[in-house]
RNA sequence: GCGGAUGUGGUGAAAUUGGUAGACACGCCAGACUUAGGAUCUGGUGCCGAGAGGUGUGCGGGUUCGAGUCCCUCCAUCCGCACCA
């Protein structure tokens, strides 16, 4: 009897669906486990075989925390709002919600065909009204908290103004940017839109005028993580800076806990380095420097307090405020023709520009607060207007980037510091100690930073400060295919609409373009297209992509529910996500947010947990192998083993994958049918008559000709083989290269499995005694495979299947028992097959998934016959305590006559034995 | 520049607390059966050597009875951040 794969797994495809095999309920009587992959994208161009890695293994883990006992929470859904589909609109003038509904058709389709084990009664999108109603509603609570720094957590805003109410500004101690002196009565007296403007600089979710990266070619704002190298992440178009009036989430507050929460979560070190680094916390201090007949302050940031005696000159940004107010008459024209020049310049030209060191002197003075000398202020687009105050303090002798810009305008380069040489470049350790310091002189870096906060402190010129590189994000998106804001306007003070009118759907508009004066698409809409339109106007940005992404774990949870995001019972239930699989791209995008999301609905009370996902895997990127050919200046095609040593004149072009034989060779007609230009297509083979190509890696891209579809696969070899394979290709977390060639490995692996069943062509298996090798063989498999799942180790979890068949096969067993176990063991790996076979075993049975796993309990292990530690290759290790003064002989012989040796050797003699002295022995059957 | 990771056969990779390096699979070689197929089965396969044997986990050192694994120096590749004061 065949292994008859197609008709196996469609089979199964359908029973599981009618029969809701993987539907999941709260259930108080088991524990719980979420495991959870990180929702797609639904994009035309449908599924490779890179996207279900990660879901491969989160199904394989799902199932076997299931097999296991739990009641396990495994859901799937789109992040269906973003830029492809209104790309498509714009185009097309087709409705981003139709493209959107056919690809995740497409989608869906495409993973049912894989065997997963979600519960598709939970699927959410977040393009869904009946979804995004609630991602409305989250905006609306944010929007009503503010961030109590004495607590340490976000707080009604009610709170707030009732203390303004009640004493002003005095007493607050609230996070925001900008500090506001006000008493009581002045606050009453307030007109409410100052109030509100006021209220502004402390909600979560706030209205500001920013700067902003503004690409003009999207039209649109972005997030930094949607900046790759200056360029938008999509599409590759410029960005600029521009000033505008953005909806920002403060972040910002939650910089603190964002860092500790990372040492209570298993993520790895570099995910956790990453977001370390992008949030970038750095203590020090915050400084005033007096100016010289000018009453106003120049404000810097310094990590390095404890120089301040070796500050020779000052810096501001060319953007910064106070340069226009403090340029003296003589120098006004450079200094002008200066932040033009720096203004011009795009964020990238300046960090290309890293190397060449401008600035102008603005012809004013600084007074140093200690010394009273006169410093000198300088611009220059090294100092950068976002971070910090914008404005630094420059000590050339302790920091390279002064130190250059010192010696490249002959500043003096003070030394205040003890035996250092700065002839060639800064001093930038913490070793030496200091002088020319005053009452710092003779200090360490540790000693002298804190006696100089102290005394910064206690002459009233500035304060101790942590600084963090994290940006408050920007909020609003100028697009129409994304998540309304619940916000209208009365006389320009933004609303919020009230929770019965949730959601705001998403009017109908003329076009999905801009209004002519620059307003974003929904400002197309007439009043009358909106389902409720308040006041003046509504908000017409809308939400950005990570909006809906930053809080869809909790409504798998309960997605149906009408009144609330979820009941408190099922998220009290169901929890954290104890799993979370997906890429490591999202590490400072969608992961940031939704953590600080968490903590904010924590700290509101909504949620009893403040950190989203407890454990999380990267699955690593699968990459295509595209093939590369060569047309000459003669436009012939030319074999890659026939290239002459100069290719000048000659150009790569990339083919289909699919017209590459395995021995690199192109077939030729098939390359003629596939593309026009290549109709008529001349070659220059080798000598055995075929055009070779080159293989490279790149990403999986329909641009790159080097897709491969899970479909094919799937068709050419099941589900079962491909899921395997997957699996089987190598650590989960590593990156590599796609190769279908050993795809055939896996899919023998299968039918031999299937054989065992099959011996005499009739499905037969038999009840006798289970022999001790094929005990063996199973105990030493499931050791293997329960280690194997702890450590997430796929990889050589198939592997272990492939050596207890080859064993089984090898010693013909066709014992019941022995093939029960191995089925079940492998059922989260293949389940279309092994839910077949065990139909045939268990006629009666539902299916394998309702089984447990007695393998993995304990008291099974314990009950079993090999109850000596014996390791996955044979290898038989014995510890024993005997007297160093024995010869390797005699060590030999005391362990050959222990009755577990005797056991485990059965009557054979070992075909190797390695003594160490004193400690172990390694016995090879 | 800073931070993180990775270097093992022709290839993907195993090696769990330091204990036979290369399991398992692809590929390749030889053979069997064949309606000569991209089927199936059997055996072999790190490198050098006819052989015994030698040698071998990016380079060089160290600790250890013993190192792919631990420590130090260097090299290469990949990823993230980058004028962050």
Redesign the pocket.
Known sequence: MEYEFRSIEAKWRKEWQQRGTYKVTEDSNKPKYYVLDMFPYPSGAGLHVGHPLGYIASDIYARYKRLSGFNVLHPMGYDSFGLPAEQYAIQTGQHPAITTEQNIARYREQLDLMGFSYDWSREVRTSDPNYYKWTQWIFKQLFNAYYDVQLNKAQPISKLIEAFEAMGSAKINAHSEVTHHFTAAEWKAMSSSKQEEILQDYRLAYLAESWVNWCPALGTVLA??EI?NGVSERGGHPVEQKRMMQWSMRIKAYADRLLDGLDRIDW???LK??Q???I?K?K?ASVHFEVKGNAAKIE?????PDTIFGVSFMVL?PEHPLVTVLTSATCKDAVEAYQKESALKT?RD??S??K???GVFIGAYALHPFTGQEIPIWI????????????????PCG?Q??YDFARHFQLPIPAIFENVDLSEVAYTEKEAKLTQSDFLNGLDVKSAMEKAIEAIEAKGIGKGKT?F?LRDAVFSRQRYWGEPFPVYYEQGIPKLVNDEHLPITLPEVDAYLPTADGEPPLARAPKSAWNCALGDRMEFNTMPGWAGSSWYFLRYMDPQNQLEFASKVKLDYWKQVDLYIGG??H??GHLLYARFWTKALYDLGFISFDEPFAKLINQGMILGKSAIAYIGPDAKMVSYDMLPAETTGFREVRILIDLINDDESIQLEALRAWQPQYADQQFVTNAAGKVLVKREVDKMSKRWYNVVTPDDLCEKYGADTLRMYEM????LE????W?T??I??????L??YWRLFHLNGTFEVHDTEPSATALKTLHKTI??LA??LE?F?F??G???F??CV?EL??QKCTNRHILEQLTILMAPYAPHICEEIWSKLQPTATSIFDQQYPQFNEAYLQESTFDY?V?????M?FKVNLPLTLTPQEVQAHVLALPEAQKWLEGNAP??V?V??G??V?M??
Do not use: C
């Open positions: 930094n993580d790759v790895t070190d570099a380095e990453q370390r680094n992008w970038g750095s020090g810097v940031f310094t990590t390095r940004a964020e300046r960090q520009d890293v060449n060191i401008s220059g687009d090294y100092v950068l207007a976002s971070y910090g105050t914008g404005a630094v303090m420059a000590v920091d980037r002064d600084n590189r490591s791209e590490a400072t089987f290709l190598g650590p590593q990156s590599k290269p190769d060639k050993g055939t490995g896996v899919h023998n692996f039918k031999k050791k293997k280690d194997d450590r180790s990889n050589t198939v592997s272990s492939m050596i080859n096969t090898e530690p390791s996955f290759n044979g290898k290790r075909k190797k390695i160490v002295p400690k172990i390694n090879v059957l």
